[in-house]
C-alpha cells in the first residue's frame, strides 16, 4: 500500500468526535500505527529494542526504516524521550487525536499501538464534557482483560492532550506489572499513564455495578434520557437534541452532572488500584 494510501480520510479514520459529538468515541486504530498528522502508517513489531526499533512501512521503496529513524526525519522526539498514554476513548481514535494536537500547532506525529491489559475496564465518566457527550472512564476490574490503544506523546503533545481533560480528569501512572501490559511483539511496558476520571463513573440504574463505557453514544444519552425525566426535561427529547444544548451551554452541562449525582448513578470511584 502506498503512502497515499494512508490518509486518515481514505482509511475512515478522520472523524473528529469532539465535531461530531453522537460519533464518540471515532474509530480506534486497530494495528500498531505511526500517526503523522493526516496520515496513519502501519508499524511492524520485533522483538527486543522497544517500539523506537520497529520498523514503518509504506515510506517508499528500500529497507523499511525504523520507527526512530522515521522520527528523527520528522525532526520528532524518539520513542525513549516520548509517555506511554493509555486512551480509554476518542484519544485512541487518530482523528480526534491528531485534532487535539493540530489546532494547538503541535506536530501530530504520535505512535499508537494496541496493548493487552488486565484489571482496568472502561465505564462512563459521571459528567458531561464540553462537546456534549458522556465520555469514557477507566475504572478498576481485577478480572478484566481488554486491549486499549497506547500512545506515546511527546512533552508539549502531553501537555496539549492534558489540557483537554481537565479538570475532569486527572493523569496517573500504572504500573505494567500490576496490570499486565503486553505489546504486540511480546514485550511488556513498564507503565504507562491513564485519564481517570475525577467525578466517578455511572453506576446501571438495575445492577448497581458500572454502566459500560465507549460504545454508542447515542444509545447511551437515549437510556440516560429515558430512565430520567428530569433529565430529558433538561436536554431531551433525544440524543441529538442532547449534545446540541449541552454542547452549547456551561450552565446545562453543570446541571446535567448533577442530576446523574441526585439520581443515584454515580459510584464514587476516582481512584485505580495500584497492583
Known amino acids: 500500500m502506498t ?7 481514505a482509511l475512515g479514520l478522520d472523524g473528529v468526535p469532539a465535531l461530531q459529538p453522537l460519533t464518540y468515541p ?5 494495528v500498531p500505527s505511526l500517526l503523522t498528522g493526516a496520515e496513519l502508517l502501519e ?14 512501512e509504506g515510506t517508499g521503496e ?3 526504516p525504523s520507527l526512530d529513524d522515521v522520527l528523527a526525519a520528522l525532526g520528532q522526539t524518539p520513542v525513549a524521550g516520548r509517555r506511554p498514554v493509555i486512551a480509554v476513548g476518542s484519544n485512541a481514535s487518530p482523528g480526534q487525536l491528531s485534532h487535539k494536537l493540530t489546532r494547538r500547532g ?7 499501538v494496541p496493548v493487552r491489559l488486565r484489571g482496568l475496564a472502561v465505564g462512563c465518566s459521571a459528567h458531561i464534557g464540553r462537546a456534549g457527550y458522556v465520555a469514557a472512564a ?13 500512545s506515546w506523546l511527546d512533552a508539549a503533545q502531553l501537555s496539549a492532550v492534558d489540557a483537554t481533560e481537565l479538570p475532569n480528569y486527572r493523569r496517573v501512572l500504572l504500573p505494567g506489572d500490576a496490570y499486565g501490559m503486553t505489546l504486540p511483539s511480546g514485550e511488556r511496558l513498564d507503565g504507562a499513564y491513564v485519564y481517570v476520571s475525577v467525578r466517578g463513573v455511572l453506576a446501571d440504574p438495575v445492577t448497581g455495578l458500572p454502566r459500560p463505557g465507549g460504545g454508542d453514544q447515542a444509545a447511551l444519552l437515549d437510556a440516560l434520557l429515558d430512565a430520567s425525566p428530569r433529565l430529558r426535561e433538561l436536554l431531551g427529547p433525544d440524543a441529538a437534541s442532547w449534545v446540541r444544548r449541552a454542547a452549547a451551554d456551561p450552565e ?3 446541571r446535567g452532572t448533577l442530576l446523574f449525582a441526585e439520581e443515584g448513578w454515580v459510584l464514587p470511584w476516582t481512584e485505580l488500584p495500584a497492583a
Open 3 to 9: 503512502t497515499q494510501d494512508r490518509g486518515l480520510a
Open 26 to 30: 471515532g474509530l480506534p486504530v486497530t
Open 43 to 56: 508499524l511492524r513489531p520485533g522483538p527486543g529494542g522497544g517500539p523506537g526499533q520497529w520498523t514503518v
Open 62 to 64: 528500500g529497507p523499511r
Open 106 to 112: 503541535i506536530p501530530g506525529a504520535v505512535p499508537m
Open 138 to 150: 477507566p475504572y478498576g476490574a481485577r478480572t478484566a482483560r481488554t486491549t486499549l490503544v497506547v
Open 252 to 254: 446545562l452541562r453543570a
